[in-house]
Every structure is written in C-alpha cells, then in structure tokens.
C-alpha cells in the first residue's frame, strides 16, 4: 500500500501558500506545485488529465502522487507532515488484486481482521489492531455511514469495487478527528470522479451460479462533473444457504469554481442472502434482507479561512429470519441516521488550525431493539402487510473539537481534543484529547509517536436484542480506551518500509460470551488489553528499474497482536473480542508475462485465537470448542489490460483449504470467475 503524494519533476515545490505577493509564482513560467491539498481538492484532482498533459507538456516529465494525507488530522496536512499512520489503497492496486468487494481488498492488509460467513463482501466483520467490527468508523467519501444497530451492516456499501478510487486506512483512535466512534481505525471509501466523459461496461460470471454486470457513466460540463454506477450479483453459493442477491447504485456530482467546491452523493444498496449460521449454527437456515439509501451534500470554501460544511441523512432496512420462511425468530428494523457538521481551518504563524462541531442523531424502529411504543408503527416496506414495529431508541451526539497543528522543517506536533455529549449516556460532556508526533531525521526517515483517548456507545444489539441463543444487556457501559503508539518509517523512491508498535489500554470492552457450556450468549463489559507491532515492505520495480522489467511490484506485510484481559471470571466462549488474530503475514507479487498479460499472486497466513463449538447432526451443541488455528491461502488474478477493455480471470484459494473465519461456517475452497470491462470515451 502506498502513502499518497503529488511529485511533478523538474517543478518548483513549495509546503505552504498564503495571500502574499508569491502570486509572482505565475511569472517564473514552471509549475509550482503547493504540496497542501484538502480531502475536497483531491476529490475533484483527475489523474488522468494530468496524465494527459503530462503527454503534452515537456516542462512536466511525470506523475506520481506524493505524500499527501486526507485522512488522519482535522486540517490539511502532507503525509510528511502529519504523525499518523495511514495507508492507502490505490486504484493500480484495486486493479491488480482483482477483488470482488472492498473486503476483499483489506483482507491484504496486514493489521486488518476480515472475518467472513458469505464470499464476495455478504454478511462480513472488519476490525483493526484487535478490535471489534463496531469499534471501526467507516466513511463513505468523508462521510460516516458506520451503522448504530450493527457493525454486521456497516459493509453494505452503495459502491461496488470497480467505483472505488482509493481507500484510506488510517490505524488507532481518532475520536478527535472523527468522533467517538472510531474507537479503533477508520477506514475512508473514495470513489471516481473522472473529468473525463464516457463509459464503463462490466460482465462478469464464475462457479456456482455466480453471475453479475455493472456499469458507470461519467459526464463533466463546464464547472459540473456527473458520475452515475450500479451494478447487480448473484450467486448460489458455495456452501448451505449462502446464496445470495446483491443490487448496487451510486451517484456523485460535483461543482467547482474560484469560490468554493461542493459535492453531493446519492446511494442505494439492496441484499438478499441466506445467513448461515449468523447467529447460532443451532439454525443453520437464517435469511436476511437488507436495504440502505444514503444521502449527502459537503461543500468548500477558499480564502483565508477554509469552511468544509456537511450535512447527511442515510436510512437502512433489516429484515431477519431466524428460520428462512417462517415467521418465528423474524425480526425488523429501521434505522435513521442523519446529522450537520461544520469544519473550519486557517494557517498562521502558530501552524495550522482546525475548530469544528457536529450534530449526530441515531434512530431505530424495531420489533426487537429499544424501548416499548405506545402504538405500533406499521412496517411499510417489503409487502409485509399486517406486521408492525413495536420499539425505539433514540439518541443524539453533540461534538465540538479543537486542533492545533505546529509543522517544522524537522518536526510536526498536533494536539487536539474533542468535548462530546451523548443522551443516550446522559447529558454530560466528556473530553477525549490526542497528541501525534513525528521528527523527520532525514528526507527518508521518520519516526513518529501517537497518544489519543476514545470512547464508544453500545449499538442498539449489545443493548437490546434478544433470541433463544442470545442476549443483549441494556445496563451496558461504554468502550474506554487510551492508545499509544510508535513507529519508524524509511522511504525513497521504489522502496518503503514501516515498523510500529501500539499499545491500547481497554475498559468497558464489549463482547458478547458463554460463561458455561450451557449458557447462551450474553453481551457484557471487561477490562482489555492489546498490543503488538506492524511491519511492512514494499518494492516497486518500476520506479526503481523502469518499466522494462517484468517485476513490478512486491508487498509484504506482518502483524503480531496480544490481548491481556484483566478480569478473573471464567468465560468459556466468546464470540468476537478474544477471537482475534494473533499472526497474520501477507504478501503480493505483480508482474508481466507477455504484453498486456499480467499476473498478481496475493497471498496470506493468519492464526486465529478462540474457536467454535461444534455442532452434531441435528445442530444441537457439543462441549467440544475446536481452535480456528492457523491457514495459508493463495489467491490469483490474470489480466490482459488494453485501452479500450480488458479480460481477467481470478482463482481464489487455488490451494483449495478448507478453513473457518467465524463459527461454524467453512469457507468456498477453490472458485473460479472471469469478466470483461468495455472502456467508452466521448
């Protein structure tokens, strides 16, 4: 994964620029390159018109992105500026791997846990540095679509892989940057916005009735740029009852000028699988359907002092069934999400400041989540006729934040807290601070260092839900964590490497456990500790040969994680928290074979703590809990890449290994799917 940063050669650079008499920049007649980009001015950047011109133009010889971070701090800052960590995914890497869904792809990052019961992205957990799959904020462009009955649902995303421009992982509690919530990691979605006009067509088919086809439409006019995508999926599945449909729709606009940029974005994602096993391999024939529409306007001002205004409403549906078909164990919800935010920024001779505050509410109706309703709200989607929500829950988030950044030729300092208040904890304000640190030794190496405190709500399932194999505990305490971070990072030209260590101090942790062999499971609090260390390699022979050679690109990466848990009570099983992943090594390998034919070879071992009960014939119980233990697998894309379309086939687990990520569910051994993509330009 790389760092992401602009480098225009034979140019003149400057980090910073402000209203002064350098606008004489425009008379030295070469491109001045102002190595400070918001998250808003990447969104409208086009890579490939500066490519073009990069054609057109021999006072620039090339184009690479150099470090810029969008993610990490409340304002602006290069990644050689800031002290976090952050690492992205690039669309040249989306390409090559050859995923199937965003899932897919951080399955090939190293501190990231991806724990799956269905393949292409269906019914899949995502959690970093040993956290749990709600303990993670998820963004959509810079918007948080983290879901509040559920981090099962976060995933059900509106954007299929062939969107996808970038994503940005950034490691470790961020609460001042993104609210409470990102308790553990953040990970940024940001889709394409081409200047370009045209078209993109995708088909696509494999093994076991999978079948699916896609499509996007870029369309730019003056000051205007559309982007319009959907596609659909299909499947039968590999395994009992882990058939699914899976419908996708996606649009952006943007508009810019001298003044401002403002960009909206529309989403809709519709799913249809059988679940096995989600809740209890007691009922191995679960079902679910689950709808989500999002909505979202962000804007930017220019000028001395920079105004990001944003407001965003998305609204989800879940429809569960313990047994497909029947009506006992069903469950509906409906969850509403909707809030304002207002960031502001400027830059001084005290660095560079960012001030900020956002409204958050989240809502549910639902027959099994919340508080009773005096009167039954009719569920009035699906055709489900005669069928009514009986419970809510409510609750609003008020967060004001406040972000100093000190920058030197040698070190960066960022200080920041954010003062929050939550009713569905009490009317209260808490302070959650950070402090990040980096000293530049040289232009290749940095050491940087990292303090911040979080904190995170139940979801409404920890809260409420309640089955004959589970429940949920309503007197729930929140998640407390103090993190603390340090690492070392080497970087030149064609060669990174990274090392860190973390340290997170947990109280209140929430996970969902059997005290006995005969208990169910029960949401509860424990007092938790986890660390270990990060490393990774990567190689790019393009840059550090030329494109003549038929390597192009090796990555390694390894992540150590241990927990320390401080309570003495006996937990016989736990269902998320202590199954984390212990080792997890990762590799990929891209090179050429023949012309426009190229292979990338992914491959990754990981050691799973905890295990699962197993089941006997007639899905009752034994008192055997068998380990997860440890896998390797072997994933594989060929493509044969031209300007106007492209041919790929990809092989995943060509080892064909049985394994488990999550219960009693084995995942698809070997599975074969090949696709077309038909580029359209106007």
């Known amino acids: 994964m790389k760092k992401v940063n602009l480098l225009l050669s034979q140019s003149v650079k400057w980090k910073r620029f402000t209203r002064t008499a350098y606008a004489v920049f425009a008379s030295l007649k070469k491109e001045v390159v102002i190595g400070v980009l918001s998250a808003m001015t990447l969104t409208f950047a086009n890579v490939e018109l500066l490519s073009a011109q990069n054609r057109v133009n021999n006072q620039i010889n090339s184009y690479s992105l150099e470090e810029v971070e969008v993610t990490g701090s409340r304002v602006p800052l290069t990644l050689r500026e800031t002290a976090r960590q952050v ?41 970093i540095r040993g956290g749990t799959f709600d303990q993670l904020t998820l963004l959509l462009n810079g918007i948080n679509i983290s879901n509040p009955q559920t981090g099962h649902l976060s995933m059900d995303l509106p954007v299929a892989v062939d969107q996808i421009e970038r994503i940005e992982l950034l490691q470790g509690p961020a609460a001042r940057v993104y609210g409470t919530s990102a308790f553990s990691g953040v990970i940024n979605i940001i889709t394409k916005q081409s200047t370009k006009n045209g078209a993109e067509l995708h088909l696509k088919g494999g093994q076991y009735g999978s079948v699916g086809g896609g499509a996007d439409v870029t369309q730019h006019h003056s000051d205007f740029t559309h982007s319009l995508s959907g596609s659909y999926h299909r499947s039968d599945g590999a395994v009992h009852n882990s058939d699914f449909k899976q419908g996708k729709g996606f649009y952006r606009g943007g508009y810019t000028n001298s003044l401002l940029a403002v960009n909206w974005q529309l989403g809709l994602s519709d799913q249809k699988y059988g679940a096995n096993t989600f809740y ?18 962000q804007g930017e001002s220019k000028g001395v002092v920079q ?42 001779l005290l660095g560079k400041t960012g001030f900020g505050a956002e409204i958050r509410n989240e809502g549910i109706l639902s027959t099994n989540l919340g508080q009773p309703l005096d009167e039954g709200k009719e569920i009035a989607i699906g055709g489900h006729k005669n069928k009514f929500y009986t419970k809510k829950e409510n609750r609003t988030n008020v967060s004001y934040f406040v972000e100093q950044n000190l920058i030197f030729s ?99 942790m929430i996970d969902w456990v059997m005290y006995d062999a005969d208990d169910i499971f029960h949401s509860t609090n424990f007092n938790l500790n986890n660390y270990g260390f990060e490393s990774s390699l990567q190689l790019d022979f393009s840059e550090l040969i030329g494109d003549s050679f038929f390597l192009k690109r090796v990555q390694v990466g390894y992540s150590y994680l241990n927990q320390d848990r401080k309570d003495n009570q006996e937990i016989y099983k736990s269902n998320y928290a202590l199954e984390y992943l212990k080792h997890k090594l990762v590799a990929q390998l891209s090179h050429t074979v023949y012309g426009p034919l190229a292979v990338n070879w992914s491959f990754r071992w990981q050691d799973r703590m905890g295990g699962y009960l197993v089941y006997d014939s007639n899905h009752k119980p034994t008192e055997t809990v068998r380990s997860y233990g440890s896998h390797p697998l072997l994933d594989v894309k060929l493509q044969w890449t031209q300007p106007k379309y492209e041919f790929y086939a990809t092989l995943n687990n060509l080892l064909n290994r049985t394994y488990y990520d999550y219960g009693n569910i084995p995942q698809p051994g070997f599975w074969l799917n090949a696709g077309v993509k038909v580029r359209l330009n106007w």
């Open 87 to 127: 690492t992205i995914i690039t669309r040249d890497e989306i390409q090559k791997i050859g995923a199937h869904s965003v899932n897919d792809l951080l399955k090939y990052i190293a501190p990231v846990d991806v724990r799956q019961r269905g393949a292409f992205g269906i019914q899949t957990d995502l959690s």
């Open 280 to 297: 209890s391999a007691a009922f191995p024939n679960q079902y679910e359907e689950t709808r989500r529409y999002l909505v979202a306007l």
């Open 307 to 348: 105004w990001r205004p944003a407001v965003f409403w998305n609204r989800s549906y879940d429809h569960f069934e313990l047994i497909r078909g029947k009506e006992k164990g069903e469950n509906f919800h409906r969850n509403d999400v909707y809030g304002v935010s207002l960031n502001g920024s400027f830059s001084s």
């Open 410 to 508: 040698k070190v960066s300092l960022s200080l920041g807290v954010l003062a929050t208040m939550n009713t569905g904890l009490d009317h209260t304000y808490r302070f959650y601070p950070g402090v990040d640190f980096a000293y530049r030794i040289t232009d290749e190496w940095k050491l940087f260092a990292s303090w911040n405190k979080a904190l995170r709500l139940p979801t409404f399932t920890d809260l409420f839900y309640k089955s004959p194999t589970q429940e949920g505990n309503k007197n729930l305490a929140p998640e407390k964590t103090d993190a603390y971070s340090v690492g070392v990072l080497y970087k030149k030209p064609g060669f990174n490497v990274e090392l860190s260590t973390f340290y997170q101090k947990g109280k209140g």
